[in-house]
Each structure stands twice: as structure tokens, then as C-alpha cells.
């Protein structure tokens, strides 16, 4: 039943103690429901999962990447598609990108990761990450990110940026790349020299997503 035009003071005192006792139920239904909401967005958080696959140019992010995603039926991203046309601009004339550069681009992909995860999809990303204050800029949503470093030795990138006729990046940015990459200290590193089946074998039971 709603009440109208009559103020609180002028119900009489059975009405009266029934409205707060309303009211309070409202408000603890209210609490219920938004303590709800919390746990299952942190629900989402914990059994979505978004990996990254980080690693200098050239290391196998794109192709182990799309592998992976064919393989799990999972979104893939590529990192590159998100520079603006002036950090393309750049590093297509071989010139490195510096941190300003890639600020806005690590926002865009961090909030890309984060809508992923909200949306309840898995997701796989070819990003460089070659420093550790990029990696937590895209690992702001929790444990739900990983990473998986596709490391190779600069000989080996240096012979396959050459021959990719496909790409912005020139061959001369590899010492630039290897300079500015920060090794991670733990979490799965993977030899590029292997097949990129064997690759995505490991990833997928490391991570137990049989």
C-alpha cells in the first residue's frame, strides 16, 4: 500500500513502527543486493581468463595467439591493431616508441581486458609488454591476466623481421625492442624455436584448460 501526502509524524503509532520496520528491511535488501552484485563481478574476475602473450617483435605473439585462440574457440586480440597512426608512423621509420607513446595505448588495452572480463569472454592478447610497469598497467583486473613470454635470442628475431613482408615494424627496431625488454621474474617463458602446436600444447596445460 503507498501512503501519500501525510508525513511520518501523523501515522499513528502501530503505522508508525511498521514503516521503519519496512524501511529497514528495504535497506538491508538493498545492502543484500548490492553485496550480491559485488561478489558475483568478483566471481566473473576469477574464473574468466585473459592471457597475454608478451615478447619482443617477431617472437611468434600474433601466430602462437590466433593457434591458441583457434584451438580454445577464445576472442584474440592483437596488440598492434591498437597504435595510433603516429606510434605506427614511428616505428615504421624506425624510431622507438618512448613510454608517453605508449601510454595511451596501454589504457586502450587495459580497458579492453577489462571489458572482457566484465562480459564474462575469455580473451588472448599479441602484445609486447616488454616492461614491468606495462605488464601491471594490463594486469590491472587481478589474477584473471596471465602472461606467457615467448622468448628467442636476437639472431632469431633479427632472421624473421626480415623476412616478414607483412608488418610496420623494420628490422632495425629489434635492438631497440631487446634494450627496452624486462624480462618477467616468473610465470610461464616458452623457447620460440619450437613448433607453434608444441607451444600452444604447453600453454593450454600449464594453464589446465583441458
Known amino acids: 500500500m503507498a501512503w501519500h501526502g501525510r508525513n511520518q509524524e501523523s501515522f499513528p503509532i502501530n503505522f508508525q513502527d511498521v514503516y521503519e520496520r519496512a524501511i529497514l528491511q528495504r535497506n538491508i535488501l538493498s545492502d543484500i543486493e548490492q553485496s550480491d552484485q559485488s561478489a558475483k563481478r568478483v566471481n566473473v574476475i576469477e574464473t574468466t581468463k585473459f592471457i597475454i602473450l608478451m615478447g619482443v617483435t617477431g617472437s611468434g605473439k600474433t601466430t602462437v595467439g590466433k593457434a591458441l585462440a583457434e584451438r580454445l574457440g577464445w576472442d584474440f586480440f592483437d596488440g598492434d591493431d591498437f597504435h595510433s597512426i603516429e606510434n605506427i608512423q614511428k616505428m615504421s621509420h624506425g624510431i622507438p616508441l618512448t613510454d608517453e607513446d605508449r601510454a595511451d595505448w596501454l589504457n586502450a588495452l587495459a580497458g579492453l581486458i577489462h571489458r572482457q572480463l566484465e562480459n564474462r569472454e575469455h580473451g588472448i592478447l599479441a602484445c609486447s609488454a ?6 601491471q598497467r594490463l594486469a590491472a583486473a587481478g589474477d584473471a591476466v596471465s602472461f606467457v613470454y615467448l622468448k628467442g635470442n636476437p639472431d632469431i628475431i633479427r632472421n624473421r623481421v626480415k623476412t616478414r613482408q607483412d608488418h610496420y615494424m623494420r628490422v632495425e627496431m629489434v635492438e631497440s625492442q631487446f634494450a627496452a625488454l624486462e624480462e618477467p621474474a616468473g610465470g610461464l617463458v616458452l623457447n620460440i624455436e619450437q613448433p607453434v602446436n608444441d607451444l600452444v600444447d ?9
Not at 616488454?130 to 605488464?135: A, D, H, S, T
Not at 604447453?202 to 583441458?210: H, K, Q, S, V
Open 130 to 135: 616488454l616492461k614491468q610497469r606495462y605488464r
Open 202 to 210: 604447453e600453454i593450454i596445460a600449464y594453464f589446465n584448460l583441458n
